[in-house]
């Protein structure tokens, strides 16, 4: 499902049906194995102490160890022939934005079927110059990859520490306001070229260790992080669009107000606001999932991070109107 749908929602962008799309990668992100906002029901805020639901499966790319689905080979397939008619220069770049599906065995054993299948030599020899390149490519960005991962594993530590308590080292959750602060000033240090799918894989793996450890509190702490950084990583886009001469909207500075601010306090801003506020708030939002979320690579970890992000504020916004209907 996740394979097909991802195909089908780059067709949806291509005839411009921008709502549509938005749908589709939505759905993408929900069959993620683990979660920005923890669904549980205990009625505390996100950063407190809460059995922390997560799937058996190791991180929400795995999957190498199964029998690939119909919709997981149609993928493959497509991916295949993409990569076979791609320039040899430009395979590097396209590896490395799919390195969990490239590297794995099930991709190579796709190949070597379609190679015995094809029903022209033309074919055949396209495929197995393509697994030879792919094997070359790969030996490179592995090398690449690994030391970029050490790198980020640095950056992810030093946002983590920064939620330490300074006298004691020790984390205290829920977070205070100071220790809040102090994590995003130094996810904002951070280059932006740093948090990359790299950082994010790098949350991945600490979030489904600790979890598998049990140190639920430590997998709060990262998720807090995986949101700081959708709301960085979205303000700046916007930022961008507003410096290329798109048009601002009157109601951007409260979208900005929420981004800047806490998950935990979406609420408490949202609740004095009047009805027309909100809903002027509500359509940013949407425009905002529209311009930044269908703008990112598809399928990319930064694609469905950022797209949970905005839709669990979406989820916020329309329960606070909800309430102020229902006065």
Known sequence: LLLCTTIFATLLIEYNMLRLALFFFILIQETSSFSL????????????????QMSSSNSRFEGNQRI??????????????????????????????????????????????????????????????????????????VETTSEQLDERAVAVESVVKAAAEPESGEFLVPLTLDRIEAMKKELHNLP???????????????????????????????????????????????????????????????????????????????????????????KAVQRTMETVILSLETGSMAQQVQAEYLKELLQRVEAAESKLAGK
């Open 68 to 141: 690939p689905s119909a919709e997981e080979v149609a993928l493959m397939d497509e991916m295949i022939d993409r990569l076979a008619l791609a320039k040899p220069y430009e395979l590097p770049s396209a590896v490395k934005r799919a390195f969990k599906v490239i590297r794995s065995p099930q991709f190579f054993l796709r190949i070597a079927h379609l190679t015995d299948q094809a029903e022209t030599d033309e074919d055949r020899q396209r495929y197995e110059a393509l697994a030879a390149n792919l094997v070359t490519t790969l030996e490179a960005v």
């Open 192 to 282: 932006e070229s740093s948090l990359d799918e790299g950082f994010l894989s790098t949350l991945d793996a600490w979030i489904v260790k600790s979890h598998q450890d049990g140190m639920d509190l430590m997998v709060g702490i990262l998720q807090k992080v995986l949101q700081m950084y959708a709301g960085i990583q979205i303000q700046r886009a916007l930022d961008r669009q507003t410096e290329a001469g798109q048009k601002s909207n009157d109601d951007t500075l409260s979208v900005s107000d929420l981004l800047a601010s806490d998950a935990d306090q979406w609420d408490a801003l949202l609740a004095p606001e009047s009805d027309q506020a909100v809903s002027n708030v509500k």
């Open 37 to 52: 906002f923890p669904r549980q029901t205990c009625g505390k805020p996100i950063s407190r102490v809460c059995p922390v």
